[in-house]
DNA sequence: GAGTAGATCGGCT
DNA sequence: GCCGATCTACTCG
């Protein structure tokens, strides 16, 4: 069942982003079908936070996708080799983003190991925002996609328990002032597939 | 296990 | 020109 529009449409991307754990991201590129169980999340709002790249609602080249209607896909390029996966929520114009950071392998693990050149399926496999859109294929080529589509996308998978969600605050935003303060990471209690304890 | 340097290039000032 | 929502390989121990 993948997730519909309004799911997308929330407008407190913590909400999302929380909502998001437990939920299955899946790839079909070539035929090739690869999924994972989203286990860790961080949220960016662009008009508030300091962290993102869009904020203070600043439309650039690269940002412009964030300003679009949640649903699709945003993915940027860092450190001269990663692509990272967002999906963009929210309303038309208001720039807010969930980086997914990490899954746990669950469907063509063929295909991901190939992709990851390693032959273990442990956190190096899909753990860290870098290593997940490599396991699934994912590049910048993805850059606005919508994920209501057939090449990416998310579906129902089961609703953590309360529990066992984690809050912390978000990795490498160092950059960001007091905003690196906001409590804005979430992931799932002891999964080994998290990028970072805490 | 912890700590660190190096890779590598697009986006923005 | 600087630096990044990161990862890998390598060192030391």
Not at 13 to 18: D, F, G, M, P, S
């Given at each position: 069942?993948?997730?519909?529009?309004?799911?997308?449409?929330?407008?407190?991307?913590?909400?999302?982003?929380?909502?998001?754990?437990?939920?299955?991201?899946?790839?079909?590129?070539?035929?090739k079908?690869t999924?994972g169980?989203?286990?860790?999340?961080?949220?960016?709002?662009?008009?508030?936070?300091?962290?993102?790249?869009?904020?203070?609602?600043?439309?650039?080249?690269?940002?412009?996708?964030?300003?679009?209607?949640?649903?699709?896909?945003?993915?940027?390029?860092?450190?001269?080799m990663h692509?990272?996966?967002?999906?963009?929520?929210?309303?038309?114009?208001?720039?807010?983003?969930?980086?997914?950071?990490s899954v746990e392998p669950?469907?063509g693990v063929k295909w991901m190991k190939k992709r990851r050149r390693m032959d273990r399926v442990d956190r190096f496999l899909t753990g860290g925002?870098a290593r997940l859109t490599q396991a699934l294929g994912?590049?910048?080529?993805?850059?606005?996609?919508?994920?209501?589509?057939?090449?990416?996308?998310?579906?129902?998978?089961?609703?953590?328990?309360?529990?066992?969600?984690?809050?912390?605050?978000?990795?490498?935003?160092?950059?960001?002032?007091?905003?690196?303060?906001?409590?804005?990471?979430?992931?799932?209690?002891?999964?080994p597939f998290?990028s970072?304890?805490?």
């Amino acid at each position: 069942m993948k997730l519909t529009k309004d799911f997308y449409l929330d407008q407190d991307v913590t909400n999302i982003a929380k909502h998001l754990l437990g939920k299955v991201l899946v790839t079909r590129l070539d035929d090739k079908l690869t999924s994972g169980i989203i286990v860790e999340t961080e949220a960016y709002c662009g008009r508030t936070d300091r962290a993102s790249h869009a904020f203070p609602n600043k439309v650039t080249g690269r940002t412009q996708t964030m300003f679009k209607e949640g649903g699709l896909a945003y993915i940027y390029f860092v450190y001269g080799m990663h692509h990272l996966f967002n999906v963009v929520t929210n309303l038309v114009g208001q720039p807010d983003a969930v980086l997914i950071r990490s899954v746990e392998p669950t469907q063509g693990v063929k295909w991901m190991k190939k992709r990851r050149r390693m032959d273990r399926v442990d956190r190096f496999l899909t753990g860290g925002p870098a290593r997940l859109t490599q396991a699934l294929g994912i590049s910048v080529n993805f850059n606005g996609i919508s994920l209501l589509g057939d090449q990416i996308w998310i579906e129902e998978g089961y609703q953590p328990s309360s529990n066992l969600i984690m809050v912390s605050t978000r990795v490498g935003v160092d950059y960001a002032g007091t905003d690196a303060q906001l409590p804005w990471r979430y992931f799932l209690k002891e999964n080994p597939f998290v990028s970072k304890g805490l």
